[in-house]
């Protein structure tokens, strides 16, 4: 876990807090591509009534329209949880260099989501853990 | 497969014609619902520059827009080619109750999507086979 790692994941955090805001599941991710943010998305499932619009997924298209390519090389996702099966199959079209996210997903820890992504693509995890965990348990116990 | 089935996958191809009429890879879906039709689309991924504006992708979030739901309860998916893992993975969120497909997806059928989808979406593949692989050959031979 590098300095830079854990100053963009707290950016996701803030992400993650818009959602938050909002009533959605508190994730949020950003997509950095050569030490620059080039997008910044939340989970929007409940605002747009579409359960696709996951952070990364928002994240994926805005990074391919900023840069003009389908293809987001010399990328890193920085997102607050690990991706699911739907994001990880994005990721793989979107052939994205790095994934790194913070709380694991433990519903879905029986998926290996490495073997659904780009061979190239290189994935890390338990980036500010705590945080990202303790943003989703706050939603989950104010919902109950 | 019954006569429903193929009069819908027809419909389905009709959106695939589109795709390639944009040099898009040819492949078209639709969703019904109560044996209406509320909405259908077809591959984009060059046309919006987005490597995750495949069709079912598309239609998913049409059909959820227009039953004011992130849920696709009574609905089947139509489409031409065998989902990817994004698609099959957006569909698990959806909780669409049927997808029909035409061509299998034979570059990734190590993956068990059956295994990615919800625990009550039924999936049938080989509807109108013949013609949903032939025009992804047509495609692919044009590009060679």
């Keep these: 876990m590098t300095k830079e790692d854990v100053n963009y994941m707290q950016i996701a955090l803030q992400e993650a807090e818009k959602a938050l805001e909002k009533d959605e599941i508190p994730i949020g991710a950003i997509i950095v591509c050569n030490n620059k943010i080039i997008a910044k998305a939340h989970n929007l499932s409940e605002t747009l009534c579409d359960s696709s ?42 052939q994205i260099d790095n994934i790194v996210f913070g ?8 998926i290996d989501k490495k073997a659904l992504l ?14 990202c965990s303790e943003m989703l348990s706050l939603f989950f116990q104010r919902k109950r």
């Design 53 to 94: 619009a996951h952070a990364e997924m928002q994240a994926f298209t805005a990074a391919s329209l900023y840069l003009k390519s389908k293809y987001l090389k010399n990328c890193t996702l920085y997102v607050t949880l690990e991706p699911c099966v739907m994001c990880s199959g994005a990721a793989y079209w979107a």
């Design 103 to 110: 709380a694991f997903d433990k519903k879905f820890a029986h």
């Design 118 to 131: 780009h061979p190239s693509t290189m994935i890390k995890g338990g980036v500010l853990e705590k945080e």
